[in-house]
């Protein structure tokens, strides 16, 4: 973390020591051990972990707002010279600025966002209510939103998710900070515009000089945005330094772990990824040695004496630290073995579905009253075409990706292939047959589902034999004793021991939970799985286990996937073709390296090239980006992208509907421009 | 129901909740009381004894005497079966109605749920003592009917609670995961829904108990409920109003005893959704 700039003048952010522990039941919880960091004037430091590491305790030191059962202790904790703590309360929203993950909990629905705004600027600046509404008509126009007058007086709920987030970084620039505060600022954004906001951080910080300390468990746009990084294991710093050279070549285990678990839309499919084992260790009782060794696989005898942060040797010079005593070895973690594949997705079709389309109404019929014109009457109903007219198939064995940006239809889509939602036009076949709105058990047998989110898939009052179990009785393929014993085998198939029979939901990981919740869908022992966001809600470690598991499963069984994600890494891992839809219909269609180069829809490269990767800073020039986000107004009967797109030719695109350009057989883009133009584009991802 | 007995905990020795074991202990004497009153009364509850009228409590009189002489304690312990059983009756009685209306008002999207959403809206916009007198008042008062009265008044609240909580769970995955396997309607509300509304329907049981003692004591009062000379709690408390300056003691009693049976309702309800929910009992 060398500062050659500037020298003399000492960080903006100097933290040493710094300890939180929390007051729980079982003892106190050493939710930070002693961990430093310092951020230089006008620097960028980014702090990964998993979730449970800590990051978010660092945030709340800095800003003083752990509350009442949190202990805070630190050597020094130090902005600009003053000692943080003590002045936590004058620095806060002052010098140091905040911006959370979720949007539309750091807004107040009951407030304009002007009002929102300014009020700190009448507060803590002392401006008059003209002058800091000038001011935050001002900030909104330098965040990126147009038309700042009109969103200044707006409440939250009228603006989209990404303007909301510019708008609280608008409010955390009001007072300008030195210091900006990121705790996962885009976690819960789509990723075009997350790019959005990622430029316009970058903008920020080259116009402003602002510092920043970026908290993400996303290692690409980490590598984006700063110069240094903090890596954190359970409450300590476990590596530190420039981020190049550490993403480049990490030397502590648990970073090289966190690299091979990670599914990359640049590398595609990389056979294995690389699981990291076990999970946090109790931090009521924290191991004085090496708190990573139980999970690490280069563990020897003496990893279990402290160790201490210390430069790897031969990298003295760099300021590079790491807490391994192997920091600096080539240590590779072992990947596991690839499985024979018996089933190659190029069989018969298994399930087609043919225009298949879902409109939600809007509101009940009460809404619809109008007095408009005189005399009560009914207005048109209004609804949302969810999905439009998708045609898609699923061979035997196959994987299906199905990308897009949230409220594109993925999900309704994946409801509709399970007749979960009934479906207002088009048919589904599946193994050859038609399938009706209301399926007999023989489609719901062979056709199951994986959910995203383990916390609801899994009934809370039942056993995990309980859960297994009912689908293998239901659907006769075993009763009685031979029942349990098919819950065991289940059990084993997705990694777990038997000995998980008789605990309930709420005592497993997340990682468990999804296990359970895939036994369960494989219990029927089908043909065909819907994983909806199957590993969305998992740390990268954990994701990376699961996507192996389901990788096997696929080889193992010949289960063929409709796999839903909005993560087009994941998706470039696990896919042997990937549909990408946007507003419901499916604008481009093919085996998945065909998707991943050019030629692209323009909506493909857009999303491809708004995706961080790690290690791929030179990429920006190539950038496309889009403006405003899924929910702008377009017209009908045209192209659905011809509103945001980048390529627009003219009218045509909104009026007439795009042609199917199949520029090699299997491999479908519908668009208006000329195959030569789509052949054209440059890579996306960069030169891979 | 027998899902909610939770297989899986053999093994596992676990303190019961506080409030479980105190409310329970009080809910079970009182209705230990109401069961052997007759045989361990000191006197007959309704024998007068116009000598001991209005004597402050004592060792012979541990509540005193009403007007009439009667003995009040007598009177309170054979009292007791008439607020259980309003209590615990009416309240069965709007669970009996109000889980089924209520569970197949969140599963039906059509016109049934609709139906059954009106209806509720109607009978919830009336005012309970002014539904319960309707029923009482068109015919001869009798406190089974004011059972039935007091239960059909809590059957809306009870359909919309358990609604409102099926709803909740019925946009869960696990639900989605039942259809996606064919289950039937039934099974899905009796086997995925059911179990986890428990929690939120017993707290509202609880405090519905209290509610229906309340109202049924408040009927009572008016003398639409109980009638003279039983000694139901409230029906005891109207009575011993014009007295209420000479001998507080003679309402005093009834009163105390329908608060402390209120009370450990509550707690009871409070310990039992401690107990019966997982999640609350995997902690510390």
């Given at each position: 973390?060398?500062?050659?700039?500037?020298?003399?003048?000492?960080?903006?952010?100097d933290?040493?020591?710094?300890?939180v522990?929390?007051?729980?039941?079982?003892?106190?919880?050493?939710?930070?051990?002693?961990?430093?960091?310092?951020?230089?004037?006008?620097?960028?430091?980014?702090?990964?972990?998993?979730?449970?590491?800590?990051?978010?305790?660092v945030?709340?030191?800095?800003?003083?707002?752990?509350g009442?059962?949190?202990?805070?202790?630190?050597?020094?904790?130090?902005?600009?010279?003053?000692?943080?703590?003590?002045n936590?309360?004058?620095?806060?929203?002052?010098?140091?600025?905040?911006?959370f993950?979720?949007?539309?909990?750091?807004?107040?629905?009951?407030?304009?966002?002007?009002?929102?705004?300014?009020?700190?600027?009448?507060?803590?600046?002392?401006?008059?209510?003209?002058?800091?509404?000038a001011?935050?008509?001002?900030?909104?126009?330098?965040?990126?939103?147009?038309?700042?007058?009109?969103?200044?007086?707006?409440?939250?709920?009228?603006?989209?998710?990404?303007?909301?987030?510019?708008?609280v970084?608008?409010?955390?620039?009001?007072?300008?900070?030195?210091?900006?505060?990121?705790?996962?600022?885009t976690t819960?954004?789509?990723?075009?515009?997350?790019?959005q906001?990622?430029?316009?951080?970058?903008?920020?910080?080259?116009?402003?000089?602002?510092?920043?300390?970026l908290?993400?468990?996303?290692?690409?746009i980490?590598?984006?945005l700063c110069?240094?990084?903090?890596?954190?294991?359970?409450?300590?710093?476990?590596?530190?330094?420039?981020a190049?050279?550490?993403?480049?070549?990490?030397?502590?285990?648990?970073?090289?772990?966190?690299?091979?678990?990670l599914?990359?839309?640049d590398?595609?499919?990389?056979?294995?990824?690389?699981?990291?084992?076990?999970?946090?260790?109790?931090?009521?009782?924290?191991?004085?040695?090496?708190?990573?060794?139980?999970?690490?696989?280069?563990?020897?005898?003496?990893?279990?004496?402290?160790?201490?942060?210390?430069?790897?040797?031969?990298?003295?010079?760099?300021?590079?630290?790491?807490?391994?005593?192997?920091?600096?070895?080539?240590?590779?973690?072992?990947?596991?073995?690839?499985?024979?594949?018996?089933?190659?997705?190029?069989?018969?079709?298994?399930?087609?579905?043919?225009?298949?389309?879902?409109?939600?109404?809007?509101?009940?019929?009460?809404?619809?009253?109008?007095?408009?014109?005189?005399?009560?009457?009914?207005?048109?109903q209004?609804?949302?075409?969810?999905?439009?007219?998708?045609?898609?198939?699923?061979?035997?064995?196959?994987?299906?990706?199905?990308?897009?940006?949230?409220g594109?239809?993925?999900?309704?889509?994946?409801?509709?292939?399970?007749?979960?939602?009934?479906?207002?036009?088009?048919?589904?076949?599946?193994?050859?047959?038609?399938?009706?709105?209301?399926?007999?058990?023989?489609?719901?047998?062979?056709?199951q589902?994986?959910?995203?989110?383990?916390?609801?898939?899994?009934?809370?009052?039942?056993?995990?034999?309980?859960?297994?179990?009912?689908p293998?009785?239901?659907?006769?393929?075993?009763?009685?004793?031979?029942?349990?014993?098919?819950v065991?085998?289940?059990?084993?198939?997705?990694?777990l021991?038997?000995a998980?029979?008789?605990?309930?939901?709420?005592?497993?990981?997340?990682?468990?939970?999804?296990r359970?919740?895939?036994?369960?869908?494989l219990?029927?022992?089908?043909?065909?799985?819907v994983?909806?966001?199957?590993?969305?809600?998992?740390?990268v470690?954990?994701?990376?286990a699961?996507?192996?598991?389901?990788?096997?499963?696929r080889?193992?069984?010949?289960?063929?996937?409709?796999f839903?994600?909005?993560?087009?890494?994941?998706?470039?891992?696990?896919?042997d073709?990937?549909?990408?839809?946007?507003?419901?219909?499916?604008?481009?269609?093919?085996?998945?390296?065909?998707?991943?180069?050019?030629?692209?829809?323009?909506?493909?490269?857009?999303?491809?090239?708004?995706?961080?990767?790690?290690?791929?800073?030179?990429?920006?020039?190539?950038?496309?980006?889009?403006?405003?986000?899924?929910?702008?107004?377009?017209?009908a009967?045209?192209?659905?992208?011809?509103h945001?797109?980048?390529?627009?030719?003219?009218?045509?695109?909104?009026?007439?509907?795009?042609?199917?350009?199949e520029?090699?057989?299997?491999h479908?883009?519908?668009?208006?421009?000329?195959?030569?133009?789509?052949?054209?584009?440059?890579?996306?991802?960069?030169a891979? | 129901?027998?899902?909610?007995?939770?297989?899986?905990?053999?093994?596992?020795?676990?303190?019961?909740?506080?409030?479980?074991?105190?409310?329970?202990?009080?809910?079970?004497a009182i209705?230990l009381?109401?069961?052997?009153?007759?045989?361990?009364a000191?006197?007959?509850?309704?024998?007068f004894?116009?000598?001991?009228?209005?004597?402050?409590?004592?060792?012979?009189?541990?509540?005193?005497?009403?007007?009439?002489?009667?003995?009040?304690?007598?009177?309170?312990?054979?009292?007791?079966?008439y607020?259980?059983?309003?209590?615990?009756?009416?309240?069965?009685?709007?669970?009996?109605?109000?889980?089924?209306l209520?569970?197949?008002?969140a599963?039906?999207?059509?016109?049934?749920?609709?139906?059954?959403?009106?209806?509720?809206?109607v009978?919830?916009?009336?005012?309970?003592?002014?539904?319960?007198?309707?029923?009482?008042?068109?015919?001869?008062?009798?406190?089974?009917?004011?059972?039935?009265?007091?239960?059909?008044?809590?059957?809306?609240?009870?359909?919309?609670?358990?609604?409102a909580?099926?709803?909740?769970l019925l946009?869960e995955?696990?639900?989605?995961?039942?259809?996606?396997?064919?289950?039937?309607?039934?099974?899905?509300?009796a086997?995925?829904?059911?179990?986890?509304?428990?929690?939120?329907?017993?707290?509202?049981?609880?405090?519905?108990?209290?509610?229906?003692?309340?109202?049924?004591?408040?009927?009572?009062?008016?003398?639409?409920g109980?009638?003279?000379?039983?000694?139901e709690?409230?029906?005891m408390?109207?009575e011993?109003?014009?007295?209420?300056?000479?001998?507080?003691?003679?309402?005093?009693?009834?009163g105390?005893?329908?608060?402390?049976?209120?009370?450990?309702?509550?707690?009871?309800?409070?310990?039992?959704?401690?107990?019966?929910?997982?999640?609350?009992?995997?902690?510390?």
């Amino acid at each position: 973390m060398a500062d050659p700039g500037q020298a003399g003048k000492g960080p903006l952010l100097d933290l040493r020591g710094l300890s939180v522990s929390y007051a729980t039941g079982r003892g106190q919880l050493a939710a930070l051990q002693a961990i430093s960091l310092a951020i230089p004037r006008g620097g960028a430091m980014g702090l990964v972990g998993e979730s449970g590491s800590g990051k978010s305790s660092v945030v709340l030191a800095i800003l003083g707002l752990l509350g009442e059962g949190a202990t805070v202790a630190a050597d020094a904790a130090r902005f600009d010279g003053e000692d943080l703590f003590a002045n936590a309360a004058s620095l806060r929203g002052r010098r140091i600025g905040v911006v959370f993950q979720d949007p539309s909990a750091a807004l107040n629905p009951a407030l304009t966002i002007g009002s929102q705004i300014a009020e700190p600027l009448v507060l803590h600046k002392g401006m008059s209510q003209s002058e800091a509404d000038a001011r935050t008509i001002a900030l909104l126009a330098e965040v990126g939103l147009p038309r700042a007058e009109t969103v200044a007086r707006a409440y939250p709920h009228q603006l989209s998710g990404g303007m909301k987030q510019r708008a609280v970084i608008a409010g955390a620039l009001a007072c300008e900070p030195d210091l900006l505060l990121l705790d996962e600022p885009t976690t819960a954004l789509d990723v075009t515009v997350e790019a959005q906001i990622l430029d316009l951080l970058e903008g920020l910080r080259a116009r402003r000089g602002l510092s920043l300390l970026l908290v993400s468990h996303n290692l690409g746009i980490v590598d984006r945005l700063c110069d240094d990084l903090t890596v954190l294991y359970a409450g300590r710093v476990v590596e530190q330094g420039a981020a190049t050279t550490l993403l480049d070549i990490p030397a502590h285990p648990y970073t090289r772990g966190l690299m091979g678990a990670l599914p990359r839309a640049d590398k595609g499919r990389i056979g294995r990824l690389v699981p990291i084992p076990g999970g946090l260790p109790d931090l009521t009782k924290p191991d004085p040695g090496c708190n990573f060794r139980t999970r690490c696989a280069f563990v020897e005898p003496p990893c279990s004496a402290p160790q201490a942060l210390v430069s790897p040797p031969g990298e003295e010079a760099t300021g590079r630290l790491a807490r391994c005593r192997r920091a600096g070895e080539e240590l590779a973690w072992p990947v596991p073995p690839l499985p024979e594949r018996t089933v190659r997705g190029e069989g018969e079709t298994l399930l087609e579905a043919n225009a298949l389309s879902r409109s939600f109404a809007l509101g009940g019929w009460l809404g619809r009253v109008s007095f408009a014109g005189g005399r009560p009457h009914l207005a048109p109903q209004a609804v949302v075409r969810a999905v439009d007219g998708v045609s898609l198939v699923v061979r035997k064995g196959e994987v299906l990706g199905l990308v897009g940006e949230s409220g594109c239809g993925k999900t309704t889509l994946g409801r509709l292939v399970l007749r979960l939602i009934e479906s207002d036009g088009g048919t589904l076949r599946f193994a050859g047959e038609t399938v009706p709105q209301r399926p007999g058990a023989g489609f719901r047998r062979r056709a199951q589902i994986v959910f995203q989110n383990p916390d609801s898939s899994l009934n809370p009052r039942k056993t995990v034999a309980e859960i297994i179990r009912r689908p293998v009785t239901l659907f006769g393929i075993a009763r009685g004793a031979a029942a349990d014993e098919e819950v065991d085998r289940l059990l084993t198939l997705v990694r777990l021991s038997p000995a998980y029979r008789g605990r309930y939901p709420h005592q497993l990981s997340g990682g468990e939970k999804q296990r359970i919740g895939i036994a369960r869908a494989l219990a029927s022992q089908p043909d065909f799985l819907v994983c909806d966001e199957a590993v969305s809600a998992l740390d990268v470690s954990v994701q990376a286990a699961v996507l192996n598991l389901l990788d096997d499963l696929r080889d193992r069984l010949g289960v063929a996937y409709l796999f839903i994600s909005h993560d087009i890494g994941v998706i470039a891992h696990v896919a042997d073709r990937i549909a990408v839809m946007y507003r419901g219909g499916v604008v481009e269609e093919g085996p998945a390296a065909a998707i991943l180069s050019p030629p692209y829809h323009p909506y493909t490269e857009a999303l491809l090239s708004a995706v961080p990767l790690v290690g791929a800073r030179g990429r920006a020039a190539s950038r496309i980006r889009l403006a405003g986000d899924v929910s702008s107004p377009s017209g009908a009967g045209g192209c659905r992208f011809a509103h945001r797109c980048p390529r627009r030719i003219g009218p045509v695109c909104d009026e007439v509907a795009p042609p199917v350009i199949e520029p090699v057989p299997g491999h479908r883009i519908a668009c208006h421009l000329p195959p030569e133009t789509l052949a054209a584009m440059p890579p996306a991802l960069g030169a891979a | 129901m027998s899902s909610i007995a939770a297989p899986g905990e053999r093994g596992r020795s676990r303190a019961l909740p506080s409030s479980l074991v105190w409310g329970g202990i009080v809910v079970g004497a009182i209705a230990l009381l109401a069961i052997i009153g007759p045989w361990i009364a000191p006197y007959d509850p309704d024998a007068f004894s116009v000598r001991v009228r209005l004597q402050p409590p004592s060792a012979a009189h541990w509540f005193g005497t009403d007007e009439f002489g009667r003995d009040v304690f007598s009177r309170v312990l054979a009292g007791a079966h008439y607020s259980l059983g309003m209590g615990f009756g009416a309240t069965a009685l709007s669970l009996v109605l109000g889980i089924p209306l209520g569970l197949i008002a969140a599963f039906d999207r059509g016109w049934l749920s609709e139906a059954i959403m009106r209806a509720v809206d109607v009978l919830i916009s009336v005012p309970p003592i002014l539904l319960g007198l309707l029923v009482l008042a068109v015919t001869e008062p009798a406190l089974w009917k004011t059972i039935v009265a007091v239960g059909l008044v809590y059957v809306p609240i009870m359909t919309r609670i358990v609604r409102a909580v099926g709803l909740g769970l019925l946009a869960e995955d696990f639900v989605q995961a039942a259809r996606a396997r064919g289950e039937s309607a039934a099974w899905i509300l009796a086997a995925e829904i059911l179990p986890n509304a428990w929690p939120p329907i017993i707290v509202e049981t609880a405090l519905r108990i209290t509610f229906a003692i309340l109202l049924g004591s408040a009927l009572s009062f008016l003398g639409l409920g109980a009638q003279p000379p039983a000694s139901e709690w409230g029906l005891m408390i109207a009575e011993s109003r014009p007295f209420i300056e000479q001998a507080p003691w003679i309402g005093l009693a009834p009163g105390l005893c329908l608060c402390v049976l209120l009370i450990a309702i509550n707690l009871l309800g409070e310990g039992l959704r401690e107990l019966l929910d997982p999640r609350l009992r995997g902690r510390g």
